[in-house]
């Protein structure tokens, strides 16, 4: 892709991360994407068969990042000693949290105000997976499915309600509200 074509792209995701602020998805519209990206019709179609495919890139694009974050988290306890992998433990879910915030518009929007099952499916199952073989690595936990199930709803609810509220504790805070909840300690 040319430098060109990769600016108009930007430039496009970067409109309606702007449009969905105050926009619901349903309600923008290509000639709206258009106007605040600055691009014509043609550059858009170029780009993008029309504004579900953007979406979809959008999602793809920070569900990847979740993905790689939350298998970091698994390989930790098979990496280090134990106190380095709950400090490591921790900076992940901080990396998170921080990700989160800097892209507080696209993930308030796929979470709370335009839940996109689609997205919330691929979290669930990539923290399935990632939780899993992190409890592999552990002492053998009774029923370990429905802890982990039970785990990854107090998770997705906690986010949600951080996002819902503007995210107004830092990620240093939410890491270790995370964490404290997970591993049951210090609650």
């Known amino acids: 892709?040319?430098?060109?074509?990769?600016?108009?792209?930007?430039?496009?995701?970067?409109?309606?991360?702007?449009?969905?602020?105050?926009?619901?998805?349903?309600?923008?519209?290509?000639?709206?994407?258009?106007?605040?990206?600055?691009?014509?019709?043609?550059?858009f179609y170029a780009q993008f068969e029309d504004k579900y495919q953007l979406f979809d890139v959008l999602t793809t694009y920070h569900m990847a990042k979740y993905e790689k974050l939350i298998l970091?988290?698994?390989?930790?306890?098979?990496?280090?000693?134990?106190?380095?992998?709950?400090?490591?433990?921790?900076?992940?879910?901080?990396?998170?949290?921080?990700?989160m915030k800097r892209h507080q518009t696209f993930f308030t929007t796929i979470i709370v105000t335009q839940p996109q099952l689609k997205a919330i499916h691929q979290y669930l199952k990539f923290t399935r997976d990632a939780y899993e073989k992190l409890l592999n690595q552990l002492p053998q936990l009774q029923q370990s499915k429905y802890f982990i199930n039970y785990t990854i709803g107090g998770e997705l609810a906690l986010i949600y309600s951080w996002l819902m509220q503007g995210c107004q504790e830092s990620p240093d805070d939410m890491a270790q509200i995370l964490y404290a909840n997970i591993i049951k300690t210090g609650r």
């Open 1 to 43: 892709m040319g430098k060109t074509k990769s600016k108009a792209r930007r430039r496009i995701v970067k409109a309606m991360i702007e449009l969905l602020k105050t926009e619901s998805f349903d309600e923008i519209t290509i000639k709206q994407i258009c106007a605040e990206s600055g691009v014509h019709r043609s550059t």
């Open 72 to 99: 970091y988290t698994s390989k930790v306890f098979e990496s280090y000693p134990l106190e380095e992998a709950k400090a490591r433990v921790i900076q992940t879910f901080r990396l998170l949290f921080k990700y």
